[in-house]
């Protein structure tokens, strides 16, 4: 680029020159002009903040930090750059951390080195921050085990590193401690605010001719929260051996706790059957696996999950749905306010929380659809999941669920 650049300058001053060779020195009024452009200066920014909180959501630690990067109008390249930064009424702030943003680049890179291992490391710290937050003894067993499983592998790991993985990482290290320190006149630079509130940042850019402006802009430092938890639903796609222990027939979690109370023919069982799909090659070709629920044609069965939510939070689940053509049939998927106890109440505006009712029209028999249902979790700590079905057999399969940002 920078070759590109003086190409393009060294053009300009060719024709420049050209053309003040065609100018005579004997016209009235010619003659050199003093320079009066200045710098326009501006900045960008961006928030990269990192936080840790607990399992109660109470913090532990944030970095409150942004990248500024410095520029100036095209035509007057700035030389030299001065940061301050200010609180809102205008007094500096003398207890900021600046960070040389190269360090960042070379902690990603070492990172990258050390892939293997880093995926590791993260899966540990995953566990060992679930563990004391699962009520569940049984999870907590099968966390622990899996812990001591990573931590074997992490170690394997490490000691399976080639030597050119350890140079290169020892290089960038090296690079790392050799760094600047960063200072306000750096042309960019990571700033850490001590806490947060609305702060001033101001920048002078002076070029080469001495000539200098300032521009101001009023940066808001938000409150870390913590990261929303995304919600579990167990055996999603009705696989076998899906649970977190590795057992399961697939529908284990999507039982109704009372069949009498939830069923929609006011009696007999209410569990949902399993369709297994072992030759992937002839329909119905399922979206996950090769198991999906099913759901006959008189709509006795029904499906049913309790999961947790975070109040206030907003999601979007995802499921496929598929059904026989030979008369009209449909499956609701609702979500459902944790207090709903029967059938008959699952029916109530009052205890919907959000539902979707597809049918077979203009379908394809036993062709998997996708659809997608946004909620809001409003006060409740859990909802439930519970899907429906009449007039053909239909099929369900590869549930998710994401927190809408």
């Known amino acids: 680029m920078k070759r590109y650049l003086s190409n393009i300058k060294w053009i300009a001053l060719v024709t420049f020159v050209s053309l003040a060779s065609c100018i005579s020195d004997d016209l009235a009024g010619v003659g050199d002009l003093e320079d009066i452009t200045g710098p326009t200066p501006f900045y960008n920014f961006s928030e990269i903040t990192t936080s840790e909180f607990d399992c109660e959501d109470i913090e532990l630690w944030a970095k409150y930090e942004f990248n500024f990067q410095a520029g100036s109008n095209l035509a007057v390249n700035g030389t030299m750059y001065d940061w301050v930064v200010l609180d809102s009424d205008g007094n500096p702030i003398n207890n ?8 960042k680049i070379l902690e990603l890179l070492i990172d990258a080195e050390l892939a293997s291992v880093v995926a590791l490391e993260e899966d540990i710290a995953d566990i060992e921050f679930k563990i004391p937050c699962e009520d569940d003894p049984a999870k907590v067993t099968v966390l622990e085990a899996e812990l001591v499983s990573l931590e074997v592998a992490l170690a394997a790991a490490v000691s399976g590193l080639s030597d050119e993985v350890l140079q290169n990482v020892a290089n960038l290290e090296a690079q790392i401690a050799a760094l600047p320190a960063a200072t306000l006149q750096d042309q960019e630079l990571i700033i850490e605010f001590p806490e947060p509130g609305i702060y001033k940042v101001g920048l002078t850019v002076t070029d080469n001719l001495g000539k200098s402006d300032y521009t101001e802009t009023l940066i808001t430092v938000n409150q870390a929260i913590p990261t929303i938890p995304t919600p579990e639903i167990a055996e999603p796609s009705f696989e076998d051996n899906s649970l977190f222990d590795g057992t399961g027939d697939g529908r284990d979690s999507w039982r109704a706790p009372s069949n009498s109370a939830w069923s929609p023919l006011g009696g007999g069982t209410t569990v949902i059957q399993i369709n297994t799909d072992t030759n992937p090659v002839d329909p119905p070709n399922l979206p996950d696996g090769v198991q999906a629920a099913k759901f006959p044609a008189d709509g006795a069965r029904v499906a049913y999950q309790e999961i947790e939510v975070t109040p206030g939070a ?15 049939g449909d499956m609701k998927v609702s979500i459902l306010a944790p207090t709903t106890s029967t059938y008959a109440e699952a029916q109530l505006e009052e205890n919907i929380i959000a539902t979707r009712t597809d049918t077979n029209e203009g379908r394809i028999d036993n062709v998997f659809k996708q659809h997608a249902i946004t909620f809001e979790a409003g006060d409740n700590e859990s909802v439930i999941i519970f899907a429906t079905n009449s007039g053909v057999e239909s099929r369900l399969d590869a549930f998710a669920i994401t927190v809408k940002q």
């Open 96 to 103: 900021i951390n600046l960070v040389n943003p190269d360090k």
């Open 314 to 328: 907003t999601y979007v689940m995802t499921y496929f749905s598929a059904f026989e053509e030979n008369a009209f």
